[in-house]
């Protein structure tokens, strides 16, 4: 074994240098990793370099020998059930060769977990569009009683584009949810830190102080765009920072809990006449395309929103066709 150099494709702009090591040398630790940087072992254009260090196209990596990873790896896809692929491959609202979107059903979770044996991740073999293509990567993450768009990069740079762009807060996330009661003001900001307390499942999110060391600052604009004799309401919402749970907690913050939650609003959210289920939708994504401009994506309110939505009197109208501009 030997030194090697490594170019950096187009496709992997943007990369963490960890993450690059895990594509394509995946018998090697992350503390491996951080110790080869360290020792000036791994370099980029000659330079020591950091784990976190992000990648450009046409880039040198110094790599030293590594026992059992001589060839970058391949993803090999996993035999998935016919079933699982077309309940996937139904969620598709947008899709190109650089990213995909899905309109995810409430109750269906994004990634496994102690008693989660269905989910998105364990789908995704099933969007391949050849079986030699890299496996889709998700991008982002909402909870699993939310309905709504969810992200899927097609290739690990594009994943890292389009997680930067979250990260910068170039994406604008959209909301729907109805809620238990009709805030007031109608509109406004909600500037409100929340803490985590616990761990694992059990873990809820609670308003806190903004002294309190375990407080994250955690905004959100909102708007009612309808309401029904002040009982129930239709909220728009904009998350500005990402923090877990973030608009359910925000809600009852207002004194007006999301319709079914069934983890924070207490009896208050679970009115008698309404399907018991979380009325919390992912509407829209307006987001840069990794390939330039940008693409704005909406997705239908899942059934049981409907349902309410028609009882209550509110008309959502159509939903628009995802629409790519510029670029």
Known sequence: MSVVNLTVSEDEAGIRLDRYFRRHY??????????LCRTGQIRVEGKRVEASTRLEPG???????IPMAAKPSRDVPRPLDDKLVREIQRMVVYQ???LIVLNKPSGLAVQGGPGITRHVDMMLDGLRENPEDPRPRLVHRIDRDTSGLLLLARTPGVAAKLAAAFRGR???????????????????EIDQPLARLGVGPGAITVAADRKDEDAQSARTVYEVLDSAARKFSWLGLSPLTGRTHQLRVHCESLGTPILGDPKYGGATAHPSGFTDQLHLHARELDMP??????????????????????????????????ARKGG
Not at 59 to 65: N, T
Not at 294 to 318: D, W
Request: aromatic share 6%; charged share 20%; glycine share 10%.
């Open 26 to 35: 995946p018998h090697l630790t992350q503390g491996a990793l951080q110790k």
């Open 96 to 98: 190109d060769k650089h």
């Open 59 to 65: 880039q040198s990596v110094r790599v030293p020998p």
């Open 170 to 188: 170039d994406v604008k996330k959209t909301y729907w949810a109805v809620v238990v009661g009709r805030p007031d003001p109608l509109s406004g």
């Open 289 to 322: 395309h990794p390939a330039g401009g940008r693409l704005v994506v909406s997705a239908e309110l899942p059934p049981h929103m409907r349902e309410t939505f028609r009882a209550l009197g509110f008309t959502p109208g159509t939903t628009p066709p995802p």
